[in-house]
């Protein structure tokens, strides 16, 4: 591992891509944004024209003209006119297989296949041909291929319908859908309007790498420098944890408890449990003192759990002096209904040098704080009413 001199000018000669994190969407949040029936349905609502949303012929005029600007769009000039039409989804093939969106009218029709993870080598193209029967020619009819990466033709083009296909990506639909909806926003639902965007983020987000070129381009020239930075950032968190737990030594009335390792609470914080009650403890949560999005703080608290919450208001029997009142009984304590409560807490910003010595500076705020005496008093009343 660099010195530290080494790692200071590894940062100072070095500006740090930011990445951006993706938005989160409504699919992404339901773990179902790669879904193709759920993207299938999205879409299927958006093509029909007269629905609820408002957004009329937003959809289909968008695919018409990705299909016109395609190889075979001057062969299939007819399907321009396509209108009045049907939107089903899993349309059953004569075959046994499932168009996952068809747009039919009498006179003509567009076969989408929607391929997101999955290969178009395992459908059967000819099969969702031949299954669409309209009363126009084969110029009247198009199929495409909608996935999330480009599908060269190579992939598909075993089926002798291979060429009345033509491939889209998603993004490319829905970049051209963007185009065009200011144009009908004031005449969209706005419930809808909402469902759209999101949707279309959904699309952005599946279509887009996670990393830019330029950040897979940072890493592998700084690799060594960047895994020390994380390293390092591991001593940092390692060094707090012990110092934590260093301080539960220093107080030496307590059985000290980590959460299950690489859960949640493992890198947030630590407990210190009365023996003679479990259901009392401290609770040390030091997780935002090594995040740069918060404030560099920490709290501890007086917590109790489990039974010890079926009467709170038992506690007001305690005698509390006037300072240990100021914390006592505090928000989260009076109206919260969860299997814990903060009974007292107090928040901290140490410093670096307080930091540095931290189980210190820990059993120092506890004691000279009142949340000692605090636990002690609550830790005898509990004993006392067993």
Known sequence: MKNLQELQNFLDQHEIPKSKKRPKTFLGIAKQPHYENVLSNMYAFFFRVKEIHGYRDLFIKSLLELIKESLIGDEKESVQNIENFKVTTEYLTAGGGRIDMLLQSDYHAIIIENKVHHHIKENDLDDYWDSVIIDGSSKCKIGVVLSLLPVPTSEYNHNKMASHYINITHLQLVTRIQRYIGIYTLDAQPKYHIFLIDFIQNIINMSTPMATFKEVDFYFKNQE???DLISFKYRMRQHIIAEVEKANTMLGDFEFYAPRANSTNDKRARYFVSPRNKDLMFVVVFANLLDEKKDKSMHIAVELVGSALKDREQYRNIAFSKEENELAYCDNFRTTNYSWAHFAVKHYH???EQLTNLAQYIS??????????????LDNYLTSKK
Not at 364 to 377: A, G, N, T, V, Y
């Open 225 to 227: 420098h960047i895994n």
């Open 350 to 352: 140490p410093t670096k």
């Open 364 to 377: 120092e705020r506890i004691k000279e704080d009142h949340l000692l005496s605090i636990f002690h008093k």
